[in-house]
């Protein structure tokens, strides 16, 4: 009965010593291993078996790790206060030193990430800030890497995730996107009404040298009109030759008004006046004189 019971009691001192010596390690993780308090080395995954009361395995996950970094106020180079959040990647790629060089790596990394945010975004103006993300994560994880490369991390990747600008800024840039649409409208009008004066000064060109164009193009002016029922009535005439009647006209009207310009008869009285006088007794029924 008593050796039966000590049988008993070595084999539950067996599976206790076994239960405290074995350890898995996953395969998403990597053991460091200290015995009495040094560092003995690395231990791959699977099945790991130490020295219980003498060995401690620390397990160190070597995945992706994703971290938000909480919005900071942070002022630009131009005085704009703007509130920038944005996401770290980091992972592990040194299990001892993750474990030795630093207490806490996870929190490590969050405050550095902070601080770095704030340094790296304060250098550039609004428009840089928005514009030129990709250098200013890129400059965040190059100064992330100097740091953290001593803890056994690696930052994989930084990416800015919102940037909040304050109401008054928001109303000054919508009103400056509005003026530079107006502005890029207008340069677009003005050239077409260049090339619309080059194309018509060509047209006059070639009507120049060719004058039934004008009247082809008077009677096609004619056909649209034509198209709306309308009671329209237009009379095409040539342009040049209608002002040059009418400067014919006021010119003869002009001669007229003034005396000095006509020829006069022996009596000095102005011809129209003569002819006038002779014409006066046919109006009034009688015959002229025959001498006259």
Known sequence: MNTLLALLIIVALVLLGLALAARIVKQYQQGVLFRLGRVQGRREPGLRFII??????HRVSLRIVT??????????RDNVSVD??????????????????????????????QTTLRKVVGQ??????LSETDKINLDIRAILDVTTVEWGVEVTLVELKDIQLPDSMKRAMARQAEAEREKRAKIINAEGESLAAAALGDASDIMTAHPLALQLRNLQSLVEIGVDKNTTVVFPAPLMTTIAELGAFLARETAAADPSALPTGTTGAPMSNTMDQAAAPVANGAAPPAGG
């Open 52 to 57: 219980p009361f003498v060995d401690v395995l």
């Open 67 to 76: 971290m938000p970094i909480q919005s900071q106020g942070i002022i630009t």
């Open 84 to 113: 920038v959040s944005a996401v770290a990647y980091f992972r592990v790629v040194d299990a001892v030193k993750s474990v030795v060089a630093i207490e806490n790596v996870y929190a490590a990394i969050d405050q550095i990430a």
């Open 124 to 129: 550039h103006t609004l428009d840089q800030t």
